[in-house]
C-alpha cells in the first residue's frame, strides 16, 4: 500500500497551495509531529519570566508538554513533563514557584532539578537516580528561552550571533512579559502559520492594522517609504539590514532565523490605536524612527519589535484540526505598569487583529474540507508564505528519502 504522506508530496502540484490531505491526513500530521514539531525549536518566554528558585512554567505542543524551571543554581531547566512511574503528567499547574513537583497520581516526587527524591513502597532493588524526570532541550537567544522535544535540535549559535546587533540594541534581554494571551484556532496549525507569513489578506481582514503596516502594500508601492526609514535608520543605532535564513537555507544544524526592518505609514511611530507612543522606548533608542523589526525563530516563532514594545507569536500545534497562538507581550524592564503602559491599550491591535486572523483561520479551514477545494496559486504578495510551504514540503519529504 502506498504510503499517503509520499503519495500527497507526488501529488502536490508546485507553486500553489497544499492539497487538502496535508491539512486533514492523521497519517500526515504523525510525520509532521516527528519530523518537524518535536526536533525544532519553539520560543517558551523570556527569561525574566524565571526570577526566584523553583520559578516553573509549563508549555505544551500538541503531545507533548515540558515543565521549565529554575534551579537552586540559577540555570533554566526543561523536563519531560511525565512521570517516570506510570506516565501521568506530573505538574497540573501552568505556572507558579514550587522547590519540588509531586506527580498527582502516586505521589512520586522530583527535586527542581528534575530528580526523583521519593517514591513510596517500591522493591528493595529499586534505584531511585534512574528515574529522573527526562530533560527537554532548552537554549536561549538574548533572553529569548527555547525549547525543543528533539534530544538534538539545531544549533541556536548563528541566531545568537547574526541576531545580537538588533537585539542588543533593542535590549531584548533587559525586556520583560507586559501580557501574554493564548488563542485557540480550529484549524490545522500550518494554516494558522501560513496566513501570518502572508499580508495579502491585511488590507480585506484587518482595517486596523492596514492603517499603520506597510506590508499591506506591494513593495513598489512601499519604497518611497522605505526608503525614508532608511534615513532614519542612519542615525539610529538600529542595524540597516535584512538577515533571511529561513529554515532550508539556514546554515546546516542550524536553526533558521531572520530580520528585517519595515516602515510603518507616516504618522505612526508605533502599533498603537492611534500611533502615537504606548510604551517607553526600547533599549539604546533615542526616538522613534517610524519602522517596526520582524524577527523569526525557527518555523513557528514571530516577533515584531516596535520602538516601544514587542508582540511575540508562537504557533503551537494542538492536535489535527486545532491550534495555538500564544502571544507575548514584552517591555522594557524597568517600565513600570501603573504609570509607564496601559495593558489594553499595548494589546490593542494584535489582540483585536489576532481575533479577525482566528476567524479567518477557520473559514479556510472549512473550505478546504470541502470536496469542491483543490490548490490555487499564490500572488506575488504570498511570496513567504509559499517559501515556507516548500520548506514545509521538503522536511516532510526528506523524512521518506
Ligand atoms: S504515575 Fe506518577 S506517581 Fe504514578
Ligand atoms: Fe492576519
Same mark, same amino acid.
Given at each position: 500500500m502506498t504510503d499517503p504522506v509520499l503519495k500527497l508530496l507526488q501529488q502536490q502540484p508546485a507553486g500553489r497551495s497544499l492539497l487538502q490531505g496535508f491539512y486533514t491526513e492523521p497519517a500526515v500530521y504523525r510525520a509532521e509531529l516527528e519530523r518537524i514539531v518535536y526536533p525544532n525549536w519553539f520560543v517558551a518566554g523570556h527569561r525574566s519570566e524565571w526570577q526566584a528558585t523553583g520559578?516553573?512554567?509549563v508549555f505544551d505542543v500538541a503531545?507533548?508538554?515540558?515543565i521549565i524551571v529554575l534551579g537552586e543554581d540559577g540555570e533554566l531547566r526543561a523536563f519531560a513533563n511525565v512521570c517516570r512511574h506510570r506516565g501521568s503528567r506530573v505538574c497540573l499547574e501552568q505556572r507558579g514557584q514550587s522547590r519540588a513537583f509531586s506527580c498527582p +497520581?502516586?505521589?512520586?516526587k522530583y527535586g527542581i532539578n528534575g530528580e526523583l527524591v521519593a /517514591? #513510596?513502597?517500591?522493591?528493595?532493588?529499586f534505584d531511585i537516580s534512574d528515574y529522573g524526570l527526562k530533560p527537554v532541550s532548552i537554549g536561549i537567544v538574548h533572553g529569548v528561552v527555547l525549547i525543543a522535544f528533539g534530544d538534538s535540535p539545531p544549533s541556536l549559535a548563528g541566531a545568537v550571533r547574526d541576531l545580537e546587533e538588533p537585539m542588543k540594541v533593542l535590549d531584548f534581554d533587559g525586556m520583560k512579559v507586559a501580557a501574554r494571551r493564548?488563542?485557540?484556532?480550529?484549524?490545522?496549525?500550518?494554516?494558522?502559520?501560513?496566513? +501570518?507569513?502572508?499580508?495579502?489578506?491585511?488590507s480585506t481582514s484587518h482595517?486596523?492594522? /492596514? #492603517?499603520?503596516?506597510?506590508?499591506?502594500?506591494?513593495?513598489?508601492?512601499?519604497?518611497?517609504?522605505?526608503?525614508s526609514l532608511k534615513k532614519e535608520l542612519a542615525q539610529s543605532p538600529l542595524p540597516d539590514c535584512v538577515i533571511d535564513r529561513i529554515d532550508s537555507e539556514a546554515r546546516e544544524g542550524e536553526m533558521g532565523y531572520g530580520y528585517s526592518r519595515t516602515a510603518l505609514f507616516d504618522g505612526y511611530l508605533t502599533g498603537s490605536r492611534d500611533g502615537q507612543p504606548v510604551a517607553p522606548l526600547l533599549g539604546g533608542l533615542k526616538g522613534y524612527d517610524g519602522g517596526a523589526s520582524d524577527f523569526s525563530f525557527g518555523a513557528f516563532s514571530?516577533?515584531?519589535?516596535?520602538?516601544?514594545?514587542?508582540?511575540?507569536?508562537v504557533f503551537k500545534p494542538v492536535d489535527l484540526q486545532n491550534c495555538c497562538c500564544e502571544i507575548t507581550w514584552l517591555v522594557r524592564g524597568d517600565a513600570d505598569a501603573s504609570k509607564d503602559y496601559d495593558v489594553d491599550e499595548l494589546v490593542w491591535l494584535w489582540d483585536i487583529t489576532t481575533q479577525a486572523d482566528m476567524k479567518i483561520i477557520a473559514d479556510n479551514y472549512a473550505g478546504i474540507k470541502s470536496r469542491y477545494y483543490e490548490p490555487g496559486p499564490f500572488s506575488e504578495m504570498e511570496k513567504a508564505e509559499s517559501v515556507y510551504v516548500a520548506w514545509l514540503l521538503s522536511e516532510l519529504g526528506r523524512a521518506h528519502s
Open positions: 520559578d516553573f512554567r503531545d507533548e508538554s515540558a +497520581y502516586h505521589g512520586w /517514591a #513510596r513502597s517500591m522493591p528493595d532493588d493564548g488563542y485557540a484556532i480550529p484549524a490545522n496549525w500550518k494554516l494558522a502559520v501560513e496566513n +501570518y507569513q502572508e499580508c495579502y489578506h491585511c482595517p486596523e492594522y /492596514a #492603517r499603520m503596516h506597510t506590508l499591506t502594500i506591494d513593495h513598489r508601492r512601499r519604497a518611497p517609504l522605505q526608503a514571530f516577533m515584531l519589535a516596535y520602538s516601544d514594545h514587542v508582540v511575540c507569536y
